[in-house]
């Protein structure tokens, strides 16, 4: 059972990994803005090393069941010689280290590096438990059940060819992957949510945060990447027609004939907002982290109520445009003038050092 939860968050963990970096990625791709991929732990070898086909660690309990005599040392064995070969020792696998204080046998017990830490199997009940065939009576039975849930879930699974061989093994591994796939397939069509819930200590006590535990837990599930993400990348996006077609009659005519994204360029600067902190791509503008808080609620309220507001904040940009130069000047001007004041005084010590 525990190896069936821990896969299950191995999938989940990759599905938010997915979702959160490699989407991500892919948006600006398509956006066309550059992007430099952040780094990160992905756990996709672990998955692998689980549901691969003939020799993942499900399919190898399968075949372990169908096999004569066949007990949870002789899994454990096959596991070892296919993972834990010290010429090919797969990273995600591992066995139990023969020391003193250990009791553990290796014999019985193999360890799995899952992407939230090492966890250690004990592999005695692992046939006993995967096995999930009825005896034929008990089967017979079900299926003639008259509460048709009974006998939906009774009814075994086809196999390839449509042909169900006498004996056919049922098991509970092989199942729950095949659900657990359908179950992601589901959630790759939706727009996913995501909710990272934190032990605050060891203890499970109101009241006390123990930092170094809930440092380890946002590691752990790869939120402290995805922060990372976020401070480096764009996680605001505004379709530039969402601005262009609330605002466009709002602004003077020179503005209303440029194409939707110089009119959302403009809108930006209108508000202040820095070139370096957003970047154009072909449909949408993205802003740095709380750099579009004046444009997202522009986009949401009623284009009346923002009117007086993008009109006051127009009128303040070209007061600002229109100083620009005068400024610019006058800081020129102080500039050149501390320098002389500089040079003067460079040139009067050296005529002083030069008379002494």
Known sequence: EQLCINFANEKLQKFFLSTVFE?????????????????YDDNEHIIEMCEAKEVGIYDTL???????????????GVLQKKYGDKKNKHKAFDMIKPSRKETRSKEDHFIVNHFAGPVCYLATEFL???NDTLAPEVE??????????????????????????????????????????ELMQG???????????????PQKVPNKIHGKSCLEQLRMSGTLDAVKLIQAGYPTRIPYEDLFSRYKSMMPPAAQNLNSSDFCE??????????????LGLERMFFRLGKAAVLEDMAEKDPEEVKPILKTKLELF???????????????MYIHKRRYKVTVAEHRRKVEEERR
């Open 266 to 279: 403009l809108i930006a600067a209108v508000c202040d907002i820095a070139k370096d902190d957003y970047a």
């Open 318 to 332: 070209e007061k600002k445009k229109a100083a620009r130069p005068k400024v610019e000047a006058t800081v020129h």
């Open 62 to 76: 399968d075949n372990q069941c169908r096999t004569p005599k066949a007990t949870g040392r002789t899994f454990c």
């Open 128 to 130: 006993d438990k995967n």
């Open 187 to 201: 959630l790759n069509q939706a727009k996913a949510h995501f909710v990272r819930c934190v032990k605050p200590n």
């Open 23 to 39: 989407n991500e990625g892919q948006a600006y791709k398509d956006e066309g803005i550059p992007w430099e991929p952040i780094p």
């Open 140 to 181: 017979v039975a079900m299926l003639a059940s008259t509460i048709p849930l009974v006998a939906t879930v009774c009814q075994p699974d086809e196999p390839a060819g449509g042909k169900k061989k006498k004996g056919n093994f049922s098991s509970v591994g092989a199942k729950f992957v095949k659900s657990l796939r």
